[in-house]
């Protein structure tokens, strides 16, 4: 049966290959952060109406305080300029990043995604969206790899694109904005608003260097030009 001694033999090697390859392309989602690490936002800017109030919201911190297998429990808490909490504040979330779920029901565009996500990869839950693209920006003085999330609505009423920038390493939103075109009885209505991350533990701010550092550098080049004028004048 030498006809069906290579088909088997031909079987056996698809079946092989496919265990070796599945693995290196298929997506793990898993978090990305830790129990007691934070995201800090703030630079809130609202233009336009649609989003009233959010230009009056100092600061919104997102803290991870339990992490198990795929999920993260966040806690928010966030002030206004004037001092005061803000709707929602010590709301606590618990966040599928494999699921893609906030508490158990399906959501998107949520504060956190799974960890070292690539450029095409999907995003949960199913059939929603993906990642647009895989690049390094800069935060807080910190090069990062950073998912971008591009969403743009489209509909008789209203034109809207959002964008998501993640950190590729912890899965944490690092900046969201939102531009809005709406068909208004005198014409077109612009709608904007924006934020950004400002302070986090989960990666650490570029080191400043202080201005006593190059008072000190500069006084050393003067004192070595000094003394090579008078080394040079002896001689």
């Avoid at 809130?44 to 009233?52: A, D, H, S, T």
């Avoid at 993260?72 to 699921?99: E, H, I, M, R, Y």
């Amino acid at each position: 049966m030498p006809n069906l001694s290579t088909f088997l033999t031909l079987i056996l090697s698809v079946f092989f290959l496919a265990f070796l390859v599945f693995p290196v392309f298929a997506v793990t989602y898993s978090a990305g952060v830790m129990s007691g690490q934070y995201v800090k936002y703030g630079n809130f800017v609202e233009i336009g109406p649609g989003f009233e109030g959010l230009g009056d919201q100092d600061s919104l911190t997102l803290q991870v305080t339990n992490v198990a297998g795929s999920q993260v429990t966040l806690l928010s808490t966030g002030q206004f300029k004037n001092g005061t909490d803000v709707p929602g504040n010590g709301t606590v979330t618990v966040w599928d990043v494999a699921a893609g779920t906030e508490n158990g029901v399906p959501s998107t565009q949520g504060p956190i995604i799974a960890a070292n996500l690539n450029a095409d990869n999907p995003i949960p839950p199913p059939d929603t969206y993906t990642v647009n693209s895989t690049e390094s920006r800069q935060y807080l003085g910190v090069t990062r790899n950073v998912n971008t999330l591009i969403i743009t609505i489209s509909t008789p009423d209203y034109n809207s694109s959002l964008t998501y920038i993640y950190d590729r390493t912890s899965g944490m939103l690092l900046e969201s904005s939102s531009q809005t075109t709406a068909q208004g009885e005198s014409g077109p209505v612009k709608s904007e608003y924006s934020y950004r991350i400002t302070q986090t533990n989960i990666f650490a701010p570029a080191p400043s260097i202080p201005e006593a550092t190059f008072t000190v550098a500069a006084i050393t080049a003067v004192i070595v030009m000094l003394a090579v004028v008078l080394l040079r004048k002896r001689i």
